[in-house]
Protein backbone atom coordinates (compact mmCIF):
# COMPACT_ATOMS: atom_id res chain seq x y z
CA UNK A 1 0.00 0.00 0.00
CA UNK A 2 3.06 2.27 0.98
CA UNK A 3 6.51 1.88 0.40
CA UNK A 4 10.07 3.25 1.83
CA UNK A 5 12.70 3.79 -0.80
CA UNK A 6 16.33 5.15 0.09
CA UNK A 7 16.92 7.62 -2.27
CA UNK A 8 21.09 8.67 -2.47
CA UNK A 9 21.91 12.14 -1.19
CA UNK A 10 17.69 12.76 -0.26
CA UNK A 11 17.23 10.25 2.75
CA UNK A 12 14.05 7.96 2.30
CA UNK A 13 11.08 8.78 0.60
CA UNK A 14 7.30 7.71 1.65
CA UNK A 15 5.21 6.87 -1.37
CA UNK A 16 1.71 5.31 -1.62
CA UNK A 17 -1.60 5.75 -3.65
CA UNK A 18 -3.95 8.20 -2.67
CA UNK A 19 -7.66 6.34 -3.12
CA UNK A 20 -9.23 9.31 -3.45
CA UNK A 21 -7.50 11.01 -6.52
CA UNK A 22 -5.62 7.75 -7.97
CA UNK A 23 -2.28 9.84 -7.68
CA UNK A 24 0.92 8.90 -6.04
CA UNK A 25 2.24 11.34 -3.51
CA UNK A 26 5.71 11.32 -1.86
CA UNK A 27 6.94 12.54 1.25
CA UNK A 28 11.24 12.57 2.09
CA UNK A 29 12.06 12.19 5.96
CA UNK A 30 16.29 12.26 6.64
CA UNK A 31 15.69 9.33 9.14
CA UNK A 32 14.39 5.59 8.21
CA UNK A 33 11.96 5.61 11.31
CA UNK A 34 10.59 8.93 10.49
CA UNK A 35 9.92 7.14 6.87
CA UNK A 36 8.45 4.18 8.77
CA UNK A 37 6.31 5.79 11.06
CA UNK A 38 5.08 8.09 7.86
CA UNK A 39 4.16 5.23 6.05
CA UNK A 40 2.39 3.38 8.78
CA UNK A 41 0.16 6.28 9.99
CA UNK A 42 -0.56 6.54 6.26
CA UNK A 43 -1.60 2.93 6.21
CA UNK A 44 -3.68 3.33 8.75
CA UNK A 45 -5.21 6.49 7.67
CA UNK A 46 -6.09 4.55 4.25
CA UNK A 47 -7.28 1.65 5.72
CA UNK A 48 -10.02 3.56 8.52
CA UNK A 49 -10.88 6.03 5.18
CA UNK A 50 -9.63 8.95 7.02
CA UNK A 51 -6.72 9.90 4.83
CA UNK A 52 -6.52 13.09 3.64
CA UNK A 53 -3.99 13.97 0.76
CA UNK A 54 -1.57 16.63 1.26
CA UNK A 55 -3.32 18.92 -1.57
CA UNK A 56 -6.30 18.91 0.31
CA UNK A 57 -4.37 20.38 3.27
CA UNK A 58 -5.56 23.56 4.90
CA UNK A 59 -4.53 24.81 8.24
CA UNK A 60 -7.15 25.17 10.99
CA UNK A 61 -7.16 28.90 10.71
CA UNK A 62 -7.60 28.66 6.99
CA UNK A 63 -10.66 26.31 7.56
CA UNK A 64 -12.14 28.77 10.20
CA UNK A 65 -11.69 31.51 8.06
CA UNK A 66 -13.88 30.21 5.52
CA UNK A 67 -16.31 28.70 7.88
CA UNK A 68 -16.73 32.23 9.40
CA UNK A 69 -17.33 33.57 5.81
CA UNK A 70 -19.72 31.05 5.42
CA UNK A 71 -21.12 32.05 8.61
CA UNK A 72 -22.15 35.60 7.80
CA UNK A 73 -23.32 34.41 4.28
CA UNK A 74 -26.09 32.55 6.83
CA UNK A 75 -26.50 35.42 8.94
CA UNK A 76 -27.42 37.95 6.58
CA UNK A 77 -29.87 35.61 5.14
CA UNK A 78 -31.40 34.67 8.49
CA UNK A 79 -30.21 31.20 8.99
CA UNK A 80 -28.35 32.18 11.82
CA UNK A 81 -28.51 35.16 14.36
CA UNK A 82 -25.89 37.74 15.03
CA UNK A 83 -25.31 36.54 18.51
CA UNK A 84 -23.96 32.95 17.15
CA UNK A 85 -22.41 34.42 15.06
CA UNK A 86 -20.36 36.89 16.80
CA UNK A 87 -19.55 33.94 19.43
CA UNK A 88 -18.09 31.56 16.52
CA UNK A 89 -16.01 34.65 15.33
CA UNK A 90 -15.01 35.00 18.95
CA UNK A 91 -14.32 31.52 20.00
CA UNK A 92 -11.81 31.54 16.25
CA UNK A 93 -9.77 34.21 17.47
CA UNK A 94 -9.96 33.89 20.71
CA UNK A 95 -9.25 29.90 21.56
CA UNK A 96 -8.72 27.76 18.58
CA UNK A 97 -6.28 30.20 16.46
CA UNK A 98 -3.79 30.81 19.60
CA UNK A 99 -4.02 26.77 20.60
CA UNK A 100 -3.57 25.27 17.00
CA UNK A 101 -4.31 27.65 13.78
CA UNK A 102 -1.43 26.89 12.07
CA UNK A 103 -1.81 23.10 12.68
CA UNK A 104 -3.09 21.16 9.40
CA UNK A 105 -6.44 20.24 9.61
CA UNK A 106 -6.13 16.79 8.59
CA UNK A 107 -3.44 16.52 11.22
CA UNK A 108 -5.70 17.80 14.16
CA UNK A 109 -5.91 15.49 17.40
CA UNK A 110 -8.16 14.33 20.42
CA UNK A 111 -5.37 15.46 22.71
CA UNK A 112 -5.02 18.82 21.05
CA UNK A 113 -8.55 19.48 21.78
CA UNK A 114 -8.70 17.58 24.55
CA UNK A 115 -5.35 20.26 25.90
CA UNK A 116 -7.37 22.99 24.95
CA UNK A 117 -10.77 22.19 26.71
CA UNK A 118 -8.11 21.94 29.84
CA UNK A 119 -6.88 25.25 29.43
CA UNK A 120 -9.87 27.00 29.08
CA UNK A 121 -10.48 25.63 32.56
CA UNK A 122 -7.65 27.06 33.71
CA UNK A 123 -7.87 30.31 32.26
CA UNK A 124 -11.25 30.75 34.59
CA UNK A 125 -13.68 29.82 31.97
CA UNK A 126 -16.23 27.69 33.98
CA UNK A 127 -16.26 23.90 32.08
CA UNK A 128 -20.33 24.23 30.85
CA UNK A 129 -18.86 27.53 28.86
CA UNK A 130 -15.72 25.89 28.02
CA UNK A 131 -17.87 22.91 26.53
CA UNK A 132 -19.92 25.52 24.31
CA UNK A 133 -16.51 26.92 22.66
CA UNK A 134 -15.96 23.51 21.90
CA UNK A 135 -18.94 22.96 20.16
CA UNK A 136 -18.17 25.67 17.73
CA UNK A 137 -15.24 23.40 17.13
CA UNK A 138 -17.00 21.00 16.41
CA UNK A 139 -19.16 23.37 13.96
CA UNK A 140 -15.71 23.84 12.31
CA UNK A 141 -14.93 20.15 11.76
CA UNK A 142 -18.37 19.41 10.68
CA UNK A 143 -17.50 22.41 8.02
CA UNK A 144 -14.14 20.23 7.15
CA UNK A 145 -15.39 17.27 6.92
CA UNK A 146 -17.97 18.25 4.34
CA UNK A 147 -15.53 20.32 1.97
CA UNK A 148 -12.70 17.20 1.89
CA UNK A 149 -10.50 19.22 4.28
CA UNK A 150 -10.58 16.62 7.20
CA UNK A 151 -12.43 12.94 7.29
CA UNK A 152 -11.34 12.03 10.91
CA UNK A 153 -13.65 13.73 13.91
CA UNK A 154 -11.27 14.33 16.65
CA UNK A 155 -13.36 16.89 17.86
CA UNK A 156 -16.54 14.86 18.38
CA UNK A 157 -14.84 11.92 19.61
CA UNK A 158 -13.20 14.51 22.53
CA UNK A 159 -16.46 15.94 23.06
CA UNK A 160 -17.70 12.12 23.80
CA UNK A 161 -15.34 12.76 27.17
CA UNK A 162 -17.25 15.97 28.15
CA UNK A 163 -20.71 14.13 28.27
CA UNK A 164 -21.99 14.76 32.08
CA UNK A 165 -20.44 17.91 32.53
CA UNK A 166 -23.53 19.92 34.99
CA UNK A 167 -25.48 22.41 33.84
CA UNK A 168 -24.86 26.13 35.47
CA UNK A 169 -26.36 25.83 38.75
CA UNK A 170 -30.15 27.20 38.68
CA UNK A 171 -30.39 30.28 40.57
CA UNK A 172 -33.73 31.82 41.89
CA UNK A 173 -35.68 33.91 44.31
CA UNK A 174 -37.73 32.77 47.44
CA UNK A 175 -41.08 34.45 47.70
CA UNK A 176 -40.29 36.93 50.14
CA UNK A 177 -37.07 38.34 47.81
CA UNK A 178 -40.14 38.51 44.38
CA UNK A 179 -42.55 40.53 46.59
CA UNK A 180 -39.95 42.44 48.16
CA UNK A 181 -38.73 43.33 44.25
CA UNK A 182 -42.26 43.92 43.07
CA UNK A 183 -42.25 46.88 45.93
CA UNK A 184 -39.03 48.19 45.38
CA UNK A 185 -39.18 48.69 41.72
CA UNK A 186 -42.23 50.96 42.20
CA UNK A 187 -40.15 53.67 44.36
CA UNK A 188 -39.33 56.82 42.75
CA UNK A 189 -35.80 57.48 42.59
CA UNK A 190 -34.34 60.82 42.11
CA UNK A 191 -33.43 61.77 38.86
CA UNK A 192 -35.47 58.59 37.09
CA UNK A 193 -38.35 58.84 35.31
CA UNK A 194 -41.58 57.59 35.49
CA UNK A 195 -41.23 56.25 32.05
CA UNK A 196 -38.54 54.03 33.23
CA UNK A 197 -39.63 53.07 36.36
CA UNK A 198 -43.24 51.45 34.67
CA UNK A 199 -40.97 49.74 32.21
CA UNK A 200 -38.63 47.86 35.18
CA UNK A 201 -42.14 47.60 36.71
CA UNK A 202 -43.97 45.94 34.29
CA UNK A 203 -40.41 44.02 33.22
CA UNK A 204 -40.41 42.54 36.71
CA UNK A 205 -43.65 41.54 36.99
CA UNK A 206 -44.00 39.82 33.08
CA UNK A 207 -40.35 37.80 34.51
CA UNK A 208 -41.72 36.91 37.71
CA UNK A 209 -45.33 35.88 37.12
CA UNK A 210 -45.71 35.11 33.73
CA UNK A 211 -42.12 33.23 33.14
CA UNK A 212 -41.31 35.74 29.62
CA UNK A 213 -37.77 35.71 28.57
CA UNK A 214 -36.38 39.89 28.78
CA UNK A 215 -35.81 39.09 24.47
CA UNK A 216 -39.96 38.52 24.58
CA UNK A 217 -40.58 41.33 26.75
CA UNK A 218 -38.78 43.73 24.85
CA UNK A 219 -40.28 41.78 21.74
CA UNK A 220 -43.96 42.12 22.66
CA UNK A 221 -46.36 43.29 20.08
CA UNK A 222 -49.21 45.48 21.17
CA UNK A 223 -51.64 43.14 19.13
CA UNK A 224 -50.26 40.23 20.77
CA UNK A 225 -51.94 41.42 23.84
CA UNK A 226 -55.71 41.10 25.19
CA UNK A 227 -55.77 42.86 28.24
CA UNK A 228 -59.68 41.89 28.69
CA UNK A 229 -59.10 38.46 28.29
CA UNK A 230 -55.79 38.37 30.09
CA UNK A 231 -54.12 36.91 27.91
CA UNK A 232 -50.62 37.21 26.20
CA UNK A 233 -49.14 35.57 23.03
CA UNK A 234 -45.69 35.24 23.06
CA UNK A 235 -45.06 35.38 18.99
CA UNK A 236 -41.53 37.59 19.05
CA UNK A 237 -37.89 37.98 20.85
CA UNK A 238 -36.32 40.94 20.66
CA UNK A 239 -32.59 40.13 20.23
CA UNK A 240 -29.66 41.39 21.88
CA UNK A 241 -28.18 42.97 18.68
CA UNK A 242 -32.52 44.27 17.69
CA UNK A 243 -32.98 41.53 15.54
CA UNK A 244 -36.49 40.50 15.68
CA UNK A 245 -36.81 36.74 15.74
CA UNK A 246 -39.09 33.89 16.64
CA UNK A 247 -39.06 32.73 20.29
CA UNK A 248 -35.70 30.91 20.91
CA UNK A 249 -37.82 27.71 20.03
CA UNK A 250 -40.24 26.57 18.29
CA UNK A 251 -42.03 25.27 21.87
CA UNK A 252 -41.77 28.85 23.06
CA UNK A 253 -45.14 30.15 20.38
CA UNK A 254 -47.33 30.07 23.38
CA UNK A 255 -50.33 31.65 25.08
CA UNK A 256 -49.74 32.85 28.79
CA UNK A 257 -52.16 33.63 31.23
CA UNK A 258 -51.77 37.36 32.87
CA UNK A 259 -52.30 37.43 36.52
CA UNK A 260 -54.29 40.24 37.33
CA UNK A 261 -52.13 42.58 39.05
CA UNK A 262 -49.89 42.49 35.83
CA UNK A 263 -52.64 43.02 33.70
CA UNK A 264 -53.27 46.34 36.14
CA UNK A 265 -49.80 47.33 35.25
CA UNK A 266 -49.94 46.40 31.77
CA UNK A 267 -53.27 48.42 31.58
CA UNK A 268 -51.40 51.69 33.25
CA UNK A 269 -48.70 51.39 30.60
CA UNK A 270 -51.40 51.32 27.61
CA UNK A 271 -53.21 54.07 28.75
CA UNK A 272 -50.67 56.72 30.09
CA UNK A 273 -46.97 55.70 27.96
CA UNK A 274 -47.59 53.87 25.28
CA UNK A 275 -46.44 55.47 22.04
CA UNK A 276 -47.56 54.90 18.32
CA UNK A 277 -44.26 53.24 16.50
CA UNK A 278 -43.90 51.34 13.30
CA UNK A 279 -42.75 48.54 14.96
CA UNK A 280 -46.03 47.91 16.75
CA UNK A 281 -43.68 47.10 19.85
CA UNK A 282 -45.80 47.92 22.71
CA UNK A 283 -43.07 48.98 25.39
CA UNK A 284 -40.62 51.61 23.44
CA UNK A 285 -38.82 54.82 24.66
CA UNK A 286 -41.02 58.40 24.19
CA UNK A 287 -39.51 58.62 20.35
CA UNK A 288 -40.94 54.97 20.08
CA UNK A 289 -37.79 52.98 19.34
CA UNK A 290 -38.02 49.62 21.66
CA UNK A 291 -35.98 49.53 24.29
CA UNK A 292 -32.80 47.44 24.50
CA UNK A 293 -31.19 44.50 26.24
CA UNK A 294 -28.70 47.08 27.73
CA UNK A 295 -31.20 49.36 29.38
CA UNK A 296 -32.76 46.11 31.33
CA UNK A 297 -29.56 44.78 32.42
CA UNK A 298 -28.50 48.21 34.10
CA UNK A 299 -31.58 48.49 35.65
CA UNK A 300 -32.09 45.06 37.39
CA UNK A 301 -28.51 45.70 37.97
CA UNK A 302 -29.07 49.09 40.10
CA UNK A 303 -32.19 47.67 41.36
CA UNK A 304 -30.53 44.59 43.23
CA UNK A 305 -27.44 46.78 44.77
CA UNK A 306 -30.00 49.36 46.01
CA UNK A 307 -31.93 46.40 48.02
CA UNK A 308 -29.29 44.31 48.69
CA UNK A 309 -30.23 41.58 46.71
CA UNK A 310 -28.06 38.71 45.48
CA UNK A 311 -26.52 39.66 42.21
CA UNK A 312 -28.49 36.83 40.57
CA UNK A 313 -29.35 37.45 36.90
CA UNK A 314 -32.93 38.71 35.34
CA UNK A 315 -33.74 35.27 34.24
CA UNK A 316 -33.69 33.86 37.90
CA UNK A 317 -36.97 35.83 37.75
CA UNK A 318 -38.40 33.22 35.10
CA UNK A 319 -36.85 30.44 37.15
CA UNK A 320 -38.79 31.76 40.07
CA UNK A 321 -42.20 31.29 38.49
CA UNK A 322 -41.19 28.02 36.52
CA UNK A 323 -40.17 26.75 40.14
CA UNK A 324 -43.13 27.96 41.98
CA UNK A 325 -45.64 26.48 39.41
CA UNK A 326 -43.97 22.92 40.27
CA UNK A 327 -43.75 23.76 43.62
CA UNK A 328 -47.66 24.19 44.30
CA UNK A 329 -48.15 20.89 42.21
CA UNK A 330 -48.63 22.12 38.07
CA UNK A 331 -47.99 18.74 36.02
CA UNK A 332 -44.52 19.28 34.44
CA UNK A 333 -46.06 18.78 31.08
CA UNK A 334 -48.64 22.10 31.93
CA UNK A 335 -45.66 24.23 33.06
CA UNK A 336 -43.52 22.88 30.50
CA UNK A 337 -45.87 24.90 27.85
CA UNK A 338 -46.55 27.91 30.12
CA UNK A 339 -42.62 28.34 29.63
CA UNK A 340 -42.22 27.66 26.41
CA UNK A 341 -39.99 24.49 26.52
CA UNK A 342 -38.87 22.13 23.72
CA UNK A 343 -39.57 19.17 25.88
CA UNK A 344 -40.73 17.81 29.09
CA UNK A 345 -37.13 16.80 29.94
CA UNK A 346 -36.10 19.63 29.70
CA UNK A 347 -38.32 20.89 32.00
CA UNK A 348 -37.06 17.92 34.46
CA UNK A 349 -33.88 18.67 34.12
CA UNK A 350 -33.17 22.48 34.95
CA UNK A 351 -36.50 22.16 37.62
CA UNK A 352 -36.10 18.64 39.64
CA UNK A 353 -35.43 20.50 42.56
CA UNK A 354 -38.18 21.85 42.83
CA UNK A 355 -40.06 18.99 42.83
CA UNK A 356 -38.19 17.39 45.30
CA UNK A 357 -38.72 20.12 47.76
CA UNK A 358 -42.58 20.75 47.18
CA UNK A 359 -45.16 19.66 50.03
CA UNK A 360 -47.29 17.73 47.37
CA UNK A 361 -43.98 14.84 46.37
CA UNK A 362 -42.60 14.54 49.60
CA UNK A 363 -46.70 13.62 51.06
CA UNK A 364 -46.77 11.55 48.07
CA UNK A 365 -43.68 9.57 48.86
CA UNK A 366 -44.93 9.10 52.39
CA UNK A 367 -47.96 7.95 51.24
CA UNK A 368 -46.12 5.32 48.83
CA UNK A 369 -44.36 4.18 51.49
CA UNK A 370 -46.98 3.73 54.19
CA UNK A 371 -48.62 0.95 51.80
CA UNK A 372 -45.40 -1.28 52.60
CA UNK A 373 -46.41 -3.69 54.84
CA UNK A 374 -44.34 -3.01 58.88
CA UNK A 375 -42.08 -6.45 58.51
CA UNK A 376 -41.24 -6.41 54.97
CA UNK A 377 -40.34 -3.18 55.19
CA UNK A 378 -38.12 -3.76 58.59
CA UNK A 379 -37.37 -6.70 56.73
CA UNK A 380 -35.63 -4.88 54.18
CA UNK A 381 -33.61 -2.18 56.52
CA UNK A 382 -31.88 -5.54 58.48
CA UNK A 383 -31.09 -6.90 55.28
CA UNK A 384 -29.43 -3.67 54.10
CA UNK A 385 -27.73 -3.22 57.27
CA UNK A 386 -26.19 -6.48 57.35
Not at 7 to 18: A, F
Not at 134 to 156: C, N
Request: aromatic letters at 8%; glycine letters at 8%.
Amino acid sequence: MASVKKREGYGYEVRYIDPATGKRPSKTFQLKKDAEAYKRKVEREIEDGVHVGRASTKTVNEVCAEFLADCEVRRRDGRIGEGHSRRHDMVCRRYIGPAFGTTAARDLTVRQVSDLYASMIGGGVHPRSAKQYLSTLQLVEKFARKHGYLKAQPVADAMMDLRGIPAFKVETFAPAEVTHLLAAVHKRIHGRRRRSTAFMACCISLAALCGLRVGEVLGLKASNLDLDRRVLRVRHNLTAYRELKGPKTAAGIRDVPIPEPVAAELIRWRDDLSVANDGGYFFTREDGRPYEYGAVHESWKRLLVREALPPRHFHALRHFYASWLLRHGMPVADVSKMIGHSSHDMTLRVYTHALLESDEAISQVDRIAGLLPANDASKCLSVTQG
